[in-house]
């Protein structure tokens, strides 16, 4: 991911960050950027870049050619996107309206034929149809731009300050995101990156504003339903939950920030920014307490991520290549530490309970070690084939990959265990973090390679790590769970072991089978994903859960399927279930330390 500073604090004083380049004075940049949206029911925007002053640019070597492009990713989401292909009716003209001849040199990239030009004026419709936190939207209601969506850049210019003007729809008055205003609707952009780091939400949506560790943050809350919350418990938890991810690094690099909350059915998910977040729920989150916690689950990952891969990040992940996949090994720090610190902050906030945080960690341990995929993939592996595999997940996903979200949080919380017992109680794994932000973004301004980031872990552990790295990080051995959570005062029990139960590896939807786990008796059986399920021992059925019920491990159901319209009959044996089912529970009569180890790790 990817962002810059935001608007709401310095429109509120008037005054401008001093981190901010020096661009306040100038009546000019080298590129304006100019959005519309006249039919929002067509979901279309109109997008304008001005480029001028070419022929006097010293960055631009050629004076006969420009070159345009537009991304095909965007940080924080490891797969190529492809948004040049929602762009249409691509158009160049001249400082005085006259068309320049263009044409598409290859998927994402445009060269203008500039004739003696001195300004080129781009225009292009931008098709914007696809509510995700990765990309834009635009419809009746709202609309919300995810910046590589939408905004060509020129290579030699991205470095550089430019400005975007919004034109809102005429029924639509209200404009969240974190870029600087300098005039009504007008923006300062720092440079592309900042602006592909700072998403924009258009329309009527109602924004609640609070402060929270000295900074004024503010949420954008877009429905088309009326959400059913207490303003000042909502307000009170975030304040709450910004405070407890502050505290681990004990200072804030902000000076504002947005929270743009998208609520609608069948969405979900969130995206870090520099200085925002979007965030996607359901409107009936805030009714149930599952739902609530489930909420604040996503909103501290993304409002965590700000520090973890907005600052303290990988070397891989910027500056941005966007042209082509960015590779590294480190997903597993970038999104796993932020899945594992989620459940951290809230703990610390009072919104997760004790019992929360073990049921949290033991049901990720469960959920790792019962997924085939993770004897057959490192998490490390998982990171680097994020582009190929993650985003692309099909019905074998479960047998060849590990979610490096889940895993790495699994192996966070192991090395809190571990750091916290060496060290008897002295660091924790907030040391990590603040080692890697002392020293990688705030002195030496730059991501940190795989080694650099094992040698501060081993630092603030006290010891090497080597074994741990090799067998659980680059390798795919199973941890010793049991042996290092009882140094922090925890029993880890499986409550499957000794227990037989019959086990088949089939899903089955809509009558149609979904998935074969390789750790189930029918994958070797000749049923195939996609069979229809015709019947199961004779009765015409599709579950297979009821259908072993009255069975006993070693016997067999005979299935008949339907494929390419012929009828087959198999015999799949039942086999026996090696799924964990791990719970954790504070272990009883701790001494002093191991009590302090316990609070430590739990934060309760």
């Keep these: ?91 160049a003209k001249n400082e005085n309206g006259k068309k320049l001849k263009s044409r598409k040199v290859n998927k994402n990239t445009w060269e203008i034929e500039l004739n003696g030009s001195n300004d080129v004026n781009i225009n292009y419709n931008l098709y914007a149809n696809e509510l995700t936190v990765r990309t834009s939207f635009i419809d009746a209601d709202h609309g919300y731009v995810n910046g590589a969506s939408v905004f060509m850049y020129v290579p030699q ?3 550089l300050s430019s400005t975007l003007k919004v034109y809102p729809h005429e029924k639509w008055s209200k404009i969240s995101t974190a870029l600087k205003s300098i005039d009504t609707n007008k923006f300062l952009v720092k440079d592309y990156d900042t602006l592909v780091d700072s998403p924009i939400e258009i329309g009527n949506h109602e924004v609640l504003s609070f402060e929270a560790a000295g900074v004024p943050h503010k949420v954008a809350m877009f429905s088309t339903e009326k959400l059913n919350y207490n303003e000042e418990t909502l307000l009170t938890d975030y304040q709450k939950m910004v405070e407890a991810a502050t505290g681990v690094f004990g200072e804030t690099p902000l000076d504002e920030y947005l929270f743009i909350v998208q609520h609608q059915p069948g969405i979900g998910g969130g995206l870090e920014h520099l200085f925002s977040t979007t965030c996607q729920t359901r409107p009936s989150a805030y009714e149930s307490e599952r739902g609530y916690k489930g909420l ?75 997924t085939p995929g993770n004897k057959v993939q490192a998490v490390t592996e998982a990171s680097w084939d994020a582009w190929i595999k993650y985003y692309r997940p099909d019905e074998n996903s479960g047998n060849s990959r590990v979610s490096y979200y889940g895993k790495g949080g699994v192996l966070a919380a192991l090395l809190n265990a571990k750091i916290i017992a060496n060290t008897k109680g002295e660091k ?57 959570y009882k140094q922090v005062g925890i029993e ?69 399927i339907e494929r390419h319209g012929l009828n087959r009959t198999f015999q799949v044996p039942v086999g026996k279930s090696s799924n964990h089912s791990f719970k954790m529970r504070k272990m009883d009569n701790l001494s002093p330390e191991l009590e302090k180890a316990y609070s430590l790790f739990t934060n309760y």
């Design 492 to 560: 880890l029990i499986d409550e499957n072991e000794g227990i037989e139960q019959p086990y088949l590896g089939i899903s089955e939807r809509g009558g149609y089978i979904s998935r074969l786990s390789s750790s189930g008796s029918a994958h070797h059986s000749g049923l195939n994903v996609g069979d229809k399920v015709v019947s199961i021992d004779g009765i015409i059925t599709s579950n297979f859960g009821k259908a072993i019920e009255e069975k006993k491990i070693g016997e067999s159901l005979m299935v008949t």
């Design 157 to 159: 210019l991205m470095g």
């Design 296 to 370: 604040f689950g996503l909103l501290a990952h993304e409002y965590f991520h700000l520090w973890n891969v907005k600052r303290i990040r990988p070397v891989a992940l910027g500056p941005f290549n966007y042209d082509s996949e960015n590779y590294t090994h480190l997903l597993w720090v970038a999104e796993g530490f932020t899945n594992y610190y989620e459940e951290v902050i809230l703990a610390r906030a009072g919104i997760y309970s004790e019992e929360d945080i073990l049921n949290n960690l033991a049901g990720a341990i469960s959920s790792t070690e019962n």
């Design 1 to 91: 991911m990817i962002k810059f500073k935001s608007f709401l604090l310095l429109m509120a004083i008037g005054l401008l960050s001093t981190t901010v380049f020096k661009a306040e004075g100038q009546s000019k940049f080298y590129t304006e950027y100019e959005l519309r949206m006249p039919h929002p029911e067509t979901h279309y925007f109109e997008v304008s870049m001005q480029v001028n002053d070419i022929l006097t640019n010293s960055n631009l070597t050629d004076k006969e050619h420009l070159l345009v492009k537009m991304p095909v990713w965007t940080p924080g989401s490891y797969l190529i996107r492809e948004f040049a292909r929602n762009v249409q009716d691509f158009e």
């Design 428 to 484: 924790t794994l907030d040391h990590v973090l603040l080692l890697l932000y002392k020293k990688y973004y705030k002195e030496l301004g730059r991501g940190f390679t795989d080694e650099e980031f094992q040698s501060a872990v081993e630092e603030v552990y006290g010891d090497d790590l080597d074994y741990f790295f090799e067998n659980y990080v680059f390798g795919t051995e199973t941890p010793d769970y049991a042996q290092i």
